[in-house]
């Protein structure tokens, strides 16, 4: 069976379904008569870009590989799309342009020692080093505690490390453990596809979209929208087991690495002075390891 990833059918359907989203309203279009389609017609994308009628009908049928730059940027501006989705358009046009070519692959590499002991001093944060399929890769005390269901879930991958996606669509207890679960599950889905477009060639990644895609009815139904997310920031409420619920914001910080390897570095706090942050401190204390009280020799 051929596991190369369809280039084609990823460029048509995410052109396709943005240029649903965008009304003729939002870009100044006049609009008269009864519509066929939910938001614009590829014509009146056409023109907003500056292209004929044809040439993008062609474009949004997968043919992107001899587009330049600058007209994928007309027609990313035609599409009003985000930052986010622009870079995730522009990484489907060099995989396609490179197809044809033997596909550099990244490695998995181990998180240096340096980086672990970065995790290992932060000690009122829960902070942890993921890759792009969301494994866990490294970690410190305080992140193993707060994420505890997330850890002790069956959902880890074959080498035994927790993965924040199947954990989300696999594990019943994620609706629990996450108070807003359905944010949760679209940003899971949202960064997967931006890890797709950025590393079509990554068998392991296109393995679990596969695995998730029949075993998860919700994930083929978020999947499927095409949402695109690479910047990993916020708020989110967790519903921890011991100290119950948290209410954190979190940051992801690249993490280059040797062999084009790309991890991000994400730390969990509280704000200061509230209920969250002396749960937050109850839980590292919990971790916290314990000193010897038997006197000295």
Same mark, same amino acid.
């Given at each position: 069976?051929?596991?190369?990833?369809?280039?084609?059918?990823?460029?048509?359907?995410?052109?396709?379904?943005?240029?649903?989203?965008?009304?003729?309203?939002?870009?100044?279009?006049?609009?008269?008569?009864?519509?066929?389609?939910?938001?614009?017609?590829?014509?009146?994308?056409?023109?907003?870009?500056?292209?004929?009628?044809?040439?993008?009908?062609?474009?949004?049928?997968?043919?992107?590989?001899?587009?330049?730059?600058?007209?994928?940027?007309?027609?990313?501006?035609?599409?009003?799309?985000?930052?986010?989705?622009?870079?995730?358009?522009?990484?489907?046009?060099?995989?396609?342009?490179?197809?044809?070519?033997?596909?550099?692959?990244?490695?998995?590499?181990?998180?240096?020692?340096?980086?672990?002991?970065?995790?290992?001093?932060?000690?009122?944060?829960?902070?942890?080093?993921?890759?792009?399929?969301?494994?866990?890769? %490294?970690?410190?005390?305080? !992140?193993?505690?707060?994420?505890?269901? /997330?850890?002790? *879930?069956? #959902? +880890?991958? $074959?080498?035994?490390?927790?993965?924040?996606?199947?954990?989300?669509?696999?594990?019943?207890?994620?609706?629990?453990?996450?108070?807003?679960?359905?944010?949760?599950?679209?940003?899971?889905?949202?960064?997967?596809?931006?890890?797709?477009?950025?590393?079509?060639?990554?068998?392991?990644?296109?393995?679990?979209?596969?695995?998730?895609?029949?075993?998860?009815?919700?994930?083929?139904?978020?999947?499927?929208?095409?949402?695109?997310?690479?910047?990993?920031?916020?708020?989110?409420?967790?519903?921890?087991?011991?100290?119950?619920?948290?209410?954190?914001?979190?940051?992801?910080?690249?993490?280059?690495?040797?062999?084009?390897?790309?991890?991000?570095?994400?730390?969990?706090? %509280?704000?200061?002075?509230? !209920?969250?942050?002396?749960?937050?401190? /109850?839980?590292? *204390?919990? #971790? +916290?390891? $314990?000193?010897?009280?038997?006197?000295?020799?």
């Amino acid at each position: 069976m051929d596991q190369r990833p369809d280039h084609r059918t990823e460029i048509r359907d995410f052109l396709a379904s943005r240029r649903a989203k965008i009304t003729p309203e939002q870009v100044g279009l006049p609009t008269s008569g009864r519509r066929r389609v939910p938001g614009l017609r590829r014509e009146e994308v056409a023109v907003l870009a500056g292209v004929s009628t044809e040439w993008y009908t062609r474009l949004e049928k997968g043919h992107i590989s001899g587009v330049s730059e600058d007209v994928l940027a007309a027609v990313a501006q035609a599409l009003q799309l985000d930052e986010d989705e622009r870079t995730y358009l522009f990484d489907l046009a060099h995989a396609a342009r490179s197809a044809h070519r033997k596909p550099s692959r990244r490695r998995d590499v181990q998180v240096p020692p340096n980086v672990q002991w970065l995790l290992d001093s932060v000690t009122l944060s829960a902070a942890f080093v993921r890759n792009g399929r969301q494994d866990i890769v %490294a970690d410190n005390a305080l !992140a193993r505690a707060l994420q505890a269901p /997330l850890y002790e *879930s069956r #959902t +880890a991958d $074959r080498h035994g490390r927790p993965n924040n996606a199947r954990y989300v669509f696999l594990d019943p207890g994620a609706r629990e453990f996450f108070v807003d679960w359905d944010a949760a599950a679209v940003a899971t889905a949202a960064l997967l596809r931006a890890e797709a477009g950025r590393e079509p060639h990554d068998r392991a990644l296109r393995d679990l979209i596969g695995e998730l895609s029949t075993l998860s009815p919700d994930f083929r139904t978020m999947w499927a929208a095409h949402d695109v997310r690479i910047r990993h920031d916020g708020a989110k409420r967790l519903q921890h087991p011991e100290v119950g619920e948290l209410e954190l914001t979190y940051v992801s910080l690249d993490l280059p690495m040797a062999h084009r390897a790309m991890h991000d570095l994400t730390l969990y706090t %509280a704000e200061p002075g509230s !209920a969250s942050e002396e749960r937050l401190k /109850l839980l590292a *204390s919990l #971790t +916290a390891p $314990r000193r010897s009280t038997s006197p000295s020799p």
